[in-house]
């Protein structure tokens, strides 16, 4: 697969694709959902914040979609913890 974009301060395609194919190896290895292990990665990488609205707290995570270079490359960090943890090469 070959990937192609215009560079900007953003995150890139390749990044995402690494992202959402380690998810997957990891929820493979795991049975977990990818709904699930994504929430767990986003938590590990610090991108959620707990808010409180109306006297209800809620967990927000930002979309890895919306996420800068470096965002996601602590996401891709944060699997890579999460599969050594697991004994899993990533």
Known sequence: EIYMEIQEDDGTLAQLAKIHSMIRT???HTGDTFEDMKLIIKKRAGLCIEKELEGSKFLYCKSFGDCSRDELSLAIQAIQEVGF??????
Request: aromatic share 0%; hydrophobic share 55%; proline share 11%.
């Open 26 to 28: 990891i929820c493979k």
């Open 85 to 90: 943890l697991l004994e899993l090469p990533l």
